[in-house]
């Protein structure tokens, strides 16, 4: 139990927030099991046994269970989910494609930020629901529209932090790179990159959660197929328990690919504060 909970300073010292930041990781994540497991605890109790809400509006655990057997029973999972993966992934790919290097040239060029910035940022600063009737137009209806509304949400906090990254790199670094011969290409991968993949994996883990949001967005308004078609069906015939057990999978899904950066970041950077918690 020690090597459990790892050994963080005492409550005396730092009270909670110290302690639990002195926890190992499988510490932390015994915390938050336990968060999470009291939770499904109170809202089963208030709504499933007391019923102080009511189900139809705010269905109870149990019930979110019950709706998710019978969205895999009846197919409409495994109809629905592959819909979205696959938006999802192309999305993201695009995304990630285009997103390193301009994000690179941004954060090198100055010509090229002063170009390529402004337009970045007024399309990062406008709602992903706002480019959704224009996806329709230019797509048309199916995967198209979710795939480009992917691609929108997940690019630019890739490029922006990665130009951001690229600004900060410690310029005594790159003059000691100059003095010692190292060309463009050699500064950019000795110097430049390894001070960017900090920024690189913030923003790949900002891009997931964004992406998934877009993804969900575009097959809320009119996608015969996907997680938000399925979403928006059950809701509309107030299967909510369905509804949030479909909103489950989405969250599961977003949670679970933000966790698969950390663990390419730990990989592939373990020099960075996240790769070495």
């Known amino acids: 139990m020690s090597a459990f909970l790892a050994s963080g300073p005492n409550l005396g010292r730092g009270g909670v927030a110290g302690w639990l930041a002195g926890l190992s990781a499988r510490g932390k994540a015994f915390v938050l099991a336990g968060e999470v497991v009291v939770m499904l605890i109170l809202w089963e109790l208030v709504v499933g046994v007391l019923g102080w809400i009511n189900p139809v509006f705010f269905p109870p655990p149990s019930a979110i269970w019950q709706g998710f057997v019978e969205l895999v029973q009846s197919g409409a999972l495994a109809a629905n989910l592959p819909v979205s993966i696959q938006a999802w992934l192309t999305g993201f790919a695009i995304a990630v494609a285009i997103g390193i290097p301009v994000g690179l040239l941004m954060g090198s060029v100055l010509a090229v930020d002063r170009i390529v910035g402004p337009i970045a940022w007024t399309i990062y600063a406008t709602p992903a629901i706002a480019y959704q009737p224009l996806a329709k137009a230019w797509f048309g209806f199916g995967i198209g529209p979710v795939i480009f509304l992917v691609t929108i949400s997940a690019l630019f906090p890739i490029l922006l932090n990665i130009a951001a990254g690229m600004r900060t790199t410690n ?41 998934t949001i877009g ?30 057990a479909a909103i489950a999978v989405v969250v599961v899904w977003s949670v679970g690919m933000t966790q698969v950066v950390t663990l390419v970041e730990r990989w592939v950077a373990p020099w960075t504060r996240k790769g070495r918690r």
Request: no cysteine; aromatic share 10%; proline share 3%.
């Open 171 to 211: 310029q005594s670094i790159i003059s000691a790179g100059r003095v010692y011969g190292a060309n463009r290409l050699q500064l950019y991968r000795s110097v430049f990159l390894p001070s960017t993949v900090p920024f690189l994996f913030a923003g790949l883990r900002q891009a997931v959660v964004l992406a």
């Open 215 to 244: 993804m969900v967005v575009a097959e809320l308004a009119g996608s015969a197929a996907g997680m938000g078609a399925l979403i928006i069906r059950a809701a509309n015939t107030y299967q909510t328990d369905q509804a949030f």
